[in-house]
């Protein structure tokens, strides 16, 4: 009887308890598989399952695991839009006991509270990504840490700290490729990615997102990388490619409706409403207001800020000032309660615009005046030149805008020019004044990544295969975000106050000499500006053309001038344009040139005035990326006098592979040179480089030293004690980089025992320890580069300034090897005979026009200018 009851009860039970068993098996098994998906942000498919789920969870009575569906859900869910009532819910759900007695548990629930917390205000998630990494650190969860360190790099390069952001940015992504977590790989990726595009840095954002997507192409179920389809249409249409952007932004845009993935649909329809701009004015405020409208809604501030700021935009654009008033000020309150240091320059300065049309003059200024300080206390913490000058580059229209207010409306000529001196040469100046880098012997992993540099770039060299090329570039791409940068800030430097201080007009003016006379320009639209300082006098002269209209005539000159064009049209317009003005009605003999723009390419001593005379004919004429960078050469703490009077490197032999097809004929290189072009092609040797450095060697006062032929290796080069050399003269092929300018370098020889690879970079070239007077390099395009907005350009010329030389003389073009040899002795016998270093080299190309008349046409010469002070005598 008792076995009966018990077999009848046995068949009652044991089916419910299989029954709950399987169903808990089940809701474990979906759980399971949401936790993958969420991990690869695929959203549209994780969310279902959270949901399953949590439903199979409660009725069986699983809190612990339901409440893990239910924050998965919550964070899955997150990018649809952030409720009250999500939010209330979660902050409920953290406080429950179960929550609180399991590490793991409230770690999930963090997890989704930061997630929402970021899509409404990324800076009011900071705590919960901090309280993460702790909780991941004592779970010993590798994936969350470096999540939760990628997120807090986010908010700290919003708070303006921004070399500890990527300090932790750089070592979460290490982690996150080494780990193979690859959702968040792809994810932080792309958000690197954006942000180069933000500082100004388009081609390097769009490697940064390629890699994210080629990733992504290999991982399955990986969600749609919304944010790396986002950096790559931004950086495409900060180049140009406005057709390839847009198709990448179609794609993303139906895919986002398509998921109802809000977030991702706000944003890419800002990028999208920016670009139309332009061209379709009704598709822009179209694409624009639903941004807004959709950002609203759904609870994401930082986004209805951003797309509220750029319709500000087009309204101003378009005339509509109290529209675009009334949008910019609700940017600005929305950004400020955000506490978002980083981009709030770039709003403010967007208001002041639109105040100084609506004649609000006043208010304006106070405006530019807040954007431009945020941004002095943005470089405070940036010890990345390359970084200090992109953002500069971003923020020029700022500069610019707030120049032409005090230059016009208060017809102040001091603070016009402190205004635009905070900006010019700025990366260079701090260096000059005491706060510098260097990427030598950082840590680790910085010098493992210079020798992978160096050993990638070598099969660069060698590599004919178009897609093992390729390939070699990604992974050098990939080895250069490696490099860590150290700050070296001297005592000199100053207190934080003192040190973003440009150096005041009157102070300028004495330091000038009576005969020389600074010309410092601002190119803009309608109108460019140039400031005219001497030692008693300084004025502000609107110039009588816009900058387009200034550039186009400079890309016209310097393709004549290439094309061996002895009567050039625009040089008499450019001479009417940008010199008539200043030096028709003044005396002074000497002309130190401050440029902007695509000023920065042209020879000034080479445009003809009225009488159809070079102007070298009746001035000496020098450049300076900035008027407070000439003084800071002009006065830096006295050295040692080098004991070495010359060092020349050049016959260098180019043997087997190396760079530029087409570089042969009699030029040193090509003039389109570029990094990116590097081939297969035998780079020809320079044979008439042994005449100039021996014959230079004979000219000059005191020891010297030449290495030629296999002795000129970049070891053995930087193996020399280079800050004995008063002047350092580089006969050798240059290539420029005008995408990656670190990349530009001088091509020496690569010895067989050594780990070099022969290319003299300006990153390495900046780390050099040099006390040169002068710099000469007879290579072609070193001084030419990226232009950087008002920070100026980024050269192998610069990068010698920046490593301590006092001057540098680089060409601008093609090199002629007759004519060089020339020109550089003519030189060389007037430094000699004790002329300053602007006069010798006036004096050399005058007596080349001279000796070959017609012959000597602009091309040989003129390309050869001379940065930094050219004020001084080397030899006495």
Known sequence: MLKGKILFVASIILPLMIDSDSRLQESQKLLAQADRLAMLYNWAAAAPLYAQAESLFTRVGDRTNALAARFGFFEATADSGVTRTVVDELAICLQDPLVQANPRLALRGLVAKAVLDRNANEISARESWKRILDLATILGDKSWQARAKAEIGQILYMDGNIQSAIGMIRDALISQYLRFDLGAAIHYSAMVGNGAVEAGRAETGLEYCNIALKTAFFVQDIGFPYLAYQGKARALIALHRNRDAEAVLNEALARAREEHNYLALSQLLIVAGTAAASTDHAKAIADLREAVEVSQAKGFNHIFAWSTSELASI???????????????????????????????????LLADVETKRGEFEQADNLYNEATDLVDALLVNVNSRQLKSSLIA????????????????????????????????????????????????????????????????????????????????????????????????????????????????????????????????????????????????????????????????????????????????????????????????????????????????????????????????????????????????????????????????????????????????????????DFSNLNSAALPNLPGTREELTGVAEIVKGPTQILLEKDATESAFKALPLADFRIIHLAVHGIADKSFPDRAALVLASASNSQEDGLLQAREIRDLPLNADLVTLTACDTGTGSLLGQEGIASLESAFLLAGAKAVIASLWTADDISTISLMKRLYRNLAAGQEKGAALQQAKLDLIREFGDHALPVYWAGFTLDGDGSTAIFK
């Not at 309204?315 to 609700?330: F, I, K």
């Not at 010019?424 to 260096?431: I, K, M, N, V, Y």
């Open 315 to 349: 309204y101003r654009d378009a005339g509509n000032l109290d529209e675009a008033e009334l949008l910019a000020s609700r940017a600005i309150r929305v950004m400020r309660s955000l506490e978002d240091r980083f981009h709030l320059p770039e709003h403010l300065a």
């Open 394 to 673: 971003t923020l020029s229209e700022a500069y610019v805008g707030h120049f032409q207010l005090a230059a016009i409306q208060f017809r102040d000529v001091a603070k016009a020019y402190e205004i635009i001196e905070k900006a010019r040469g700025r990366s260079l100046a701090d260096t000059l004044r005491g706060d510098s880098e260097t990427i030598s012997s950082v840590d680790e992993i910085s010098v493992d990544a210079q020798k992978d540099i160096n050993r990638i770039q070598l099969a660069i060299l060698h590599e004919t295969d178009a897609n093992t090329r390729q390939s070699l570039f990604d992974q050098l791409f990939a080895a250069e975000q490696l490099l860590a940068r150290q700050r070296k800030v001297s005592p000199l430097f100053g207190s934080g106050t003192k040190r973003w201080k440009p150096l005041p007009l009157a102070a300028l003016q004495r330091s000038l000499h009576s005969d020389e006379m600074l010309l410092e320009y601002v190119l803009s639209e309608p109108h460019s500006y140039c400031l005219l300082i001497g030692h008693n006098k300084a004025t502000i002269t609107v110039l009588a053309a816009g900058k387009k209209h200034i550039e186009d005539l400079v890309e016209n000159y310097v393709a004549d001038v290439r094309s061996r064009r002895l009567d050039i049209p625009s040089s008499k317009e450019l001479f009417s344009v940008l010199l008539q003005p200043a030096i028709a009605q003044e005396p002074y003999g000497k002309v130190i040139v401050v440029p902007d723009g695509k000023l920065n390419l042209l020879p000034f001593d080479a445009l003809k005035d009225q009488y159809g005379k070079y102007i070298l004919a009746s001035h000496v004429v020098t450049y300076a990326p900035s008027a407070s960078v000439l003084q800071l050469l002009r006065t830096s703490p006295s050295r040692e006098q080098a004991r070495m009077s010359f060092l020349g490197v050049g016959d260098v032999v180019y043997s087997g592979p190396a760079i530029m097809g087409n570089a042969g004929g009699e030029s040193k290189g090509h003039s389109d040179a």
